[in-house]
């Protein structure tokens, strides 16, 4: 986890939709005082969330995923809701929306599930060690939630509203091909002109636009498909934010 995550997804959301250099530098001095005031916080929100296991097959982690995920966004101004997935294990989804100020329809993805099995924290506990933190699904994807909450705090207590819609989108069946949201987030990604999906990766962009947040062709409108989305060649629709 690097500090400079959480700028980069909000100076993503505010690029989408100021569309304007100048605006963006000015941004980023302050929004990276305000991220290296939010590293802390975002630290203990991924240890909260790293505690609660919440494999794929676990509905009982899963909704203290859900708990605590929609407390967190409604204390953010949210109008919250659960939907129940139509396949699989049965867990809820969280699906959060702001109603804003501009003109934009923009969403974020990232999921609640990992691929670990319940007592993992036995055998591999959270642990910090030097500027490594380590924890049964830290990276993939509690990372990528984290980052969201975060960023969306530093983006409130800046009063950034210059979107129609944010909507937030967090499933609880991603690691086994989200076989009963998969459907719901295309149907919800539909509705937005942008999607960012907030999964913590590696990997060099699989797409030309990726990363940037600008041009057509980045927020032009493309069906979005249920894989993983550090497993696929991802539409230029879906931005990988947290790189
Ligand atoms: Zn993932």
């Known amino acids: 986890m690097k500090p400079r995550l959480i700028p980069l997804l909000a100076l993503l959301l505010l690029g989408l939709v100021s569309g304007s250099a100048t605006a963006l530098a000015a941004a980023d001095e302050k929004l990276k005082a305000a991220a290296e005031q939010e590293k802390a916080p975002l630290i203990q929100t991924l240890h909260d969330m790293v505690m609660i296991e919440s494999g794929s097959s676990d509905v009982e982690g899963l909704k203290k995923m859900a708990d605590f995920t929609e407390g967190r966004l409604k204390t953010l101004g949210a109008t919250t809701e659960r939907r129940k997935t139509t396949a699989g294990a049965g867990a809820d989804m969280v699906i959060a929306t702001f109603e804003g100020t501009g003109t934009r329809k923009l969403m974020l993805i990232a999921h609640m599930d990992t691929v670990y099995l319940r007592g993992i924290l036995a055998a591999e506990p959270y642990h910090v060690d030097g500027t490594r933190i380590y924890g049964p699904g830290i990276a993939d994807d ?17 009063g950034w509203r210059d979107y129609a819609k944010l909507t937030v989108s967090f499933n609880p069946d991603e690691e086994v091909g989200s076989i009963g949201s998969g459907e719901i987030i295309s149907a919800l990604a539909d509705q937005h002109d942008v999607v960012l999906s907030c999964e913590p990766t590696a990997a060099p962009p699989a797409a030309e636009h990726e990363t940037r947040g600008s041009g057509r062709a980045a927020r032009r409108p493309r069906r979005w498909k249920s894989q993983g989305a550090h497993r696929m060649p991802a539409p230029r629709r879906i931005v990988g934010a947290t790189r």
């Open 142 to 158: 509690k990372g990528g939630i984290a980052v969201v909450l975060h960023a969306l705090k530093i983006l409130k207590d800046a």
